[in-house]
């Protein structure tokens, strides 16, 4: 039984139809608004049927889309005169690029390998400016960085399973005549940390000081022109995935996982004193740092948490019940949205208040590396 309330307003309504039908139909351009604004909203309510293709999965012809096409493939064989393999070797790093305002730089890139060597690629035709054999073990990772203020020569920090990190300096320069790199990597210095190192370097440029974390919950502070420790602590647990240094350098933030509890410090880059943050599950991968909102972001099985890095004081999102094992979160400082991936193949971009943004489901399987958002083209990088 309808309410004499609702009786009421919808007689009101109808009144005011007629009310507004009488007064357009007395003029011709009424009519006429009133029928193009109908052809609008029939358009708009059936345009997914009244196009010839699938509105879900439909996919531009070829000529429409951007491909990858491969240029070259290199297959890691050192074979220099002072050392050789004899046998292919495994990629154990990414390409690493380093920028340089001397052009011929953007030229190279670095792969590591699981023979100890690294490789000074030239990305015309893939041939090696050098190869430098560093260990006997994995490359777990290589850090390039420009510290020279004409903007020539870029250094590498270079870490092993076997827990060394080394800084080589790259001098390598293309020849104009042959349109190839040509150079070498000399190691400038090397530092065993005793363990495998599980944490990619961070380097604090002015503060001539790169800082690694092994499995065995080491902490150093290295001196970049020497190779010298200034200080060394221990967290007593593996430091696993990405570490991130403040805005302001002051402190260091690094995550651990146990077998069973994982924790979030905030080391003093001074003298490595800390703050632990008892997390009470091993966190998933590293770190990613809001310089703007001095807010760290990282995840827990299928939960992403946000820290406040001044106040120490947490949230999370497990409201927005993301699934699966999540990657280490990317954050675009800009805008403040937090970009992270599932191991069920969903990538999510989430906003710094922890509300969802949007969410799409891909086919590629588990995903396992962090996303990697470019803010100049506005574009992610999934793989």
Do not use: C
Not at 21 to 46: D, E, H, R, T
Not at 66 to 91: C, I, R, V
Not at 273 to 282: A, M, N, Q, V
Not at 308 to 332: F, I, M, Y
């Amino acid at each position: 039984m309808v309410s004499k309330k609702t009786m009421g307003t919808i007689d009101t309504w109808k009144r005011s139809l007629v009310e507004n039908w009488n007064l357009y139909k007395q003029s011709k351009m009424g009519i006429i608004a009133i029928i193009i604004i109908l052809i609008f909203f029939a358009m708009a309510v059936f345009a997914p049927f009244l196009t010839d293709r699938d509105p879900m999965n439909f996919r531009a012809p070829d000529v429409d889309v951007y491909s990858a096409q491969e240029s070259w493939a290199k297959y890691m064989n050192a074979t220099p005169l002072d050392f050789q393999t004899g046998n292919y070797e495994h990629l154990t790093t990414g390409p690493v690029t380093v920028f340089s305002s001397y052009s011929p730089m953007i030229h190279v890139i670095y792969v590591g390998t699981d023979k100890g060597n690294v490789y000074s690629l030239n990305t015309i035709n893939g041939q090696p400016a050098w190869i430098k054999p560093v260990d006997n073990s994995n490359i777990t990772s290589i850090v390039g960085v420009n510290e020279a203020t004409t903007g020539i020569d870029p250094y590498l920090y270079v870490t092993t399973e076997n827990g060394n990190i080394l800084k080589m300096h790259d001098s390598s320069r293309i020849n104009t005549t042959t349109n190839l790199t040509e150079g070498y990597g000399p190691i400038l210095w090397n530092y065993s940390t005793g363990a495998k190192i599980t944490a990619e370097p961070v380097v604090n440029q002015l503060g001539h000081t790169v800082y690694v974390a092994n499995w065995d919950g080491d902490v150093f502070a290295i001196d970049t022109n020497f190779g010298s420790v200034t200080w060394h602590v221990n967290v007593g647990a593996p430091v696993k995935g990405d570490m991130a240094l403040s805005a302001d350098e002051s402190t260091l933030y690094l995550g651990t996982a146990s077998a069973t509890d994982g924790a979030i410090y905030a080391v003093d880059t001074s003298d490595g004193s800390y703050t632990r943050y008892d997390e009470g599950k091993p966190l998933n991968s590293g770190l990613s740092y809001d310089e703007k909102g001095q807010v760290l972001y990282y995840s827990i099985g299928d939960t992403l948490y946000s820290r406040d890095a001044s106040s120490g004081s947490l949230s999370d999102a497990t409201e927005l019940k993301l699934t699966g094992v999540l990657t280490a979160p990317t954050v675009d400082i800009h805008t403040g949205t937090i970009y992270l991936a599932s191991s069920d193949g969903t990538v999510y971009a989430v906003r710094n208040d922890m509300t969802m943004r949007w969410k799409t489901e891909t086919n590629m399987g588990s995903i396992e590396i962090a996303p990697v958002y470019s803010d100049r083209v506005n574009l992610l990088y999934i793989g």
